[in-house]
């Protein structure tokens, strides 16, 4: 019995081990896919110094400089390591090879988790690397062991709700087949609503309320928040937001693609 419940684990850890070795097998790729977060949070440290020095205060809605760098960092860290699995599921609808993939002997969703995971997990460490190592230099020490063992678990459930989201919208092309104004809606909630360009900390209470009862707050600002501020209140508020909102759209997930698979039609065929 034992055997016959790991064997499907087994067959998707495969796929992302897959991943991540190609992932190593070009270094200098994943290098120059980084290079993205060092330019932002380059923009972003003068950018918040100068807002500082205009406000007169060390700490704005209770971050400081160095607070609201840090939170930054594993903001943009989050946002640039998810995959865009939308757009994956929305170009292979349009060349027809969905057809060949649904064929294969495994889940065609759990199939994208474990691919787009396995490239996630390897860029996020990277971008958390290589930024971190410039917002030290930049404004000092990070937040203490604890803030990176709860943002990093945060920050993993993150990418499970960004893939389930981006999941919905991907199915979308199995009968719209083309999702990217969907895909562009739901990039700008994250910058946004998400938390990704300011935090939310310093939006009117009443947006913060709003942002708060939506998901995107808990793919960037959850994880990032938690960094700077890695209480057991904040760490339990943010991991309760994400697995509520796991569950909701994973079910979502499951229900909308047995639908939408009896609705595809592929194209050549």
């Not at 030290?136 to 937040?143: A, K, Q, R």
């Not at 803030?147 to 499970?160: D, F």
């Not at 079910?251 to 009896?262: D, H, K, Q, S």
């Amino acid at each position: 019995m034992r055997v016959e419940l790991t064997r499907p684990a087994a067959k998707y850890w495969a796929i992302l081990r897959t991943q991540l070795q190609n992932s190593f097998a070009y270094p200098l790729d994943l290098l120059a896919r980084s290079v993205t977060i060092l330019l932002f949070l380059w923009v972003f440290v003068n950018l918040w110094r100068v807002t500082y020095g205009a406000m007169g205060s060390q700490r704005i809605a209770g971050l400081s400089l160095a607070d609201t760098m840090w939170y930054l960092l594993m903001a943009e860290a989050v946002m640039l390591s998810k995959r865009d699995l939308s757009k994956d599921i929305s170009d292979q609808v349009k060349d027809g090879s969905v057809a060949y993939l649904l064929n294969k002997p495994f889940n065609f969703i759990l199939y994208h988790f474990a691919a787009g995971l396995g490239d996630s997990l390897l860029v996020f460490a990277t971008n958390l690397l290589l930024g971190g190592a410039l917002v030290w230099w930049l404004v000092g020490p990070p937040p203490g062991v604890l803030g990176w063992a709860a943002a990093v678990l945060a920050a993993l459930l993150a990418l499970l709700l960004d893939f389930c989201i981006s999941a919905l919208i991907g199915l979308a092309a199995f009968i719209a087949e083309e999702v990217s104004a969907f895909r562009w809606i739901y990039q700008k909630f994250l910058l946004v609503l998400g938390g990704l360009l300011i935090p939310l900390d310093f939006f009117p209470e009443w947006l913060q309320n709003v942002s708060r009862a939506l998901p995107f707050a808990w793919i960037v600002y959850g994880p990032a928040r938690l960094f700077v501020d890695p209480s057991a209140a904040r760490l339990a508020d943010v991991l309760l937001h994400q697995m509520g909102w796991l569950v909701g759209t994973g079910l979502a997930v499951a229900l909308f693609y047995r639908w939408v698979v009896g609705q595809l039609t592929i194209n050549g065929g």
